[in-house]
């Protein structure tokens, strides 16, 4: 299975996907990564969804990743005594610790971390946004807002909090009980919902212990004033535009999604661009021109993946919407356009052997126009150092490791493979280039690059560099 692209492609399953089918289908139409969504799927289910893409995987003999997205706090309001009020915009509205049923001047807020967190001059979002509130005054136990946007606000809507930081971790209950079905099942990646400080990521990657890496999603303006220490602390970002565009003016989105990206790039983590990317594939089998330019310009600025959620979950055009965006990917990377922005982002490499190694690699692909780097790694460490490079050529990642390979299908321009540890150099030269002709990377008289690192089966060891000339034995073997 070679993609004909570098850009990855993140499919959330859910009712319109979920079955083994449907799952090497969407699969065989260029999903890399398969996105389980605990806020929809019961626990129970996970080992069963686990189980059915790997074996498609076995089947495929291709690596294939797996994200459980955990759900993360839902912030929600009381009840109302008529099950739904209408709140006039000028009204002042109080939020309560009082558990009793609201009407249009009250409601009970169960969350008295939040009540305590408030402070005069903060905004709160109701029911995604359509409702908006300030806050003119605030006491242990109560807040006096007065109504900016008003409108009709029903049993336990969600709440937003756009200028407050609430002292409650980002994972709950369910969270760490999901978390653990995770990891038991085999996760890949663990996504982190409500991160506002680089510590709610630390506390997962505590618990996961390198059984998975860890991904923060930028979903909250409080994340973006702590960017560059989650950034050093995750192993991957997600830009959870759809939350953002909620808790923030949606015209700083666009904005803030490149300076996510490019944050990414640098510090070498892969980085995902999420929400609403062909929103109207839900129902209709076409997408829109805007939402074609949204995912072309995510794949432009270098993102290395971009993601369903709804499209492929629930949509009617599940197969459609990852086909649609494959043919995207691959149109912007054959624009001559496309390269010049992403050398143009080129990040400086860090004072190490691995990264100057990486960039050295860069620089031989374009001066003798390769197409395949061989990377031998055990962590996937060197991988992601010449992903981060974006060269022309395809990172072809070998590792003994089964677990590093499906991480890796995150990864821009990476096609992991799983094979034994190298024994010596020679064996490591010969083996990458026979790998290089079978996956049609190479034939016959070309030339690719090994990368390496001595000894072998030493994590982020990269300290050597090679370059590899095809032979007829090597096309023989492969």
């Known amino acids: 299975m070679k993609r004909s692209r570098r850009t990855k492609i993140v499919a959330t399953l859910g009712p319109a996907s979920d079955s083994p089918e449907m799952i090497e289908r969407l699969f065989r139409a260029g999903v890399d990564v398969f996105r389980l969504n605990m806020s929809h799927l019961p626990r129970e289910k996970l080992p069963e969804k686990v189980e059915a893409i790997r074996t498609i995987e076995r089947e495929a003999k291709r690596p294939i990743g797996i994200l459980v997205d955990l759900q993360g706090p839902k912030l929600r309001l009381g009840t109302f005594a008529e099950g739904a009020a209408m ?17 249009a001047a009250r409601c009970h807020l169960p969350h008295p971390e939040i ?23 605030t006491s242990e136990n109560r807040a006096v807002t007065r109504v900016e946007v008003g409108g009709r606000i029903s049993n336990r809507k969600g709440v937003s909090l756009p200028h407050t930081v609430i002292p409650v971790p980002a994972m709950t209950d369910k969270d760490r009980a999901d978390l653990d079905a995770g990891l038991n099942a085999g996760a890949d990646w663990i996504a982190v919902s409500f991160v506002q400080r680089p510590e709610d990521v630390a506390e997962v990657k505590k618990v996961c212990a390198g059984r998975a890496l860890v991904m923060a999603k930028i979903e909250k303006p409080q994340a973006l004033t702590r960017l560059e220490e989650i950034l050093e602390i995750s192993d991957g970002l997600m830009v959870a535009r759809g939350d953002l565009g909620v808790e923030m003016p949606l015209e700083q989105v666009p904005g803030v999604q490149k300076r996510i990206t490019r944050g990414a790039r640098r510090y070498g983590k892969p980085v995902v661009v999420a929400t609403q990317m062909l929103e109207s594939m839900i129902t209709a089998p076409v997408p829109t021109r805007a939402e074609v330019s949204d995912v072309a310009t995510a794949v432009y600025e270098g993102a290395d993946a971009v993601m369903l959620s709804a499209e492929s979950a629930s949509g009617a055009h599940p197969i459609g919407a990852v086909e649609t965006m494959n043919r995207i990917a691959e149109q912007v990377e054959r624009d001559q356009i496309y390269w010049s922005i992403i050398r143009a982002q080129s990040a400086t490499p860090d004072e190490t052997a691995a990264d100057a190694i990486a960039a050295a690699a860069h620089q031989m692909v374009d001066a003798l126009n390769l197409d395949a780097i061989m990377a031998w790694t055990n962590s996937g460490s060197t991988a992601l150092r010449l992903s981060r490079e974006r060269p022309n050529a395809t990172v072809i990642a070998l590792t003994p490791r089964r677990e590093t390979a499906r991480r890796l299908a995150l990864a821009w321009g990476t096609h992991p493979i799983v094979t034994k540890d190298a024994s010596d150099v020679d064996d490591m030269s010969f083996r990458a280039a026979k790998f290089a002709v079978r996956e049609k990377f190479a034939a016959v008289g070309d030339r690719v690059i090994v990368v390496a690192g001595l000894p072998f089966g030493t994590p ?4 050597l560099v090679r370059l590899a000339f095809i032979t007829r034995e090597h096309a023989e073997k492969a």
Do not use: C, M, W, Y
Not at 87 to 103: N, Q, R, Y
Not at 460 to 463: D, E, H, K, L, M
């Open 87 to 103: 709140i006039e915009a000028g009204a002042t509205f109080v939020l309560d610790g009082d558990p009793s049923p609201g009407d």
């Open 115 to 137: 009540l305590q967190a408030l402070e005069p001059g903060h905004a709160i979002l109701l029911d995604d946004g359509k409702l908006r509130l300030s806050v003119v005054e």
């Open 460 to 463: 982020g060891a990269t300290n």
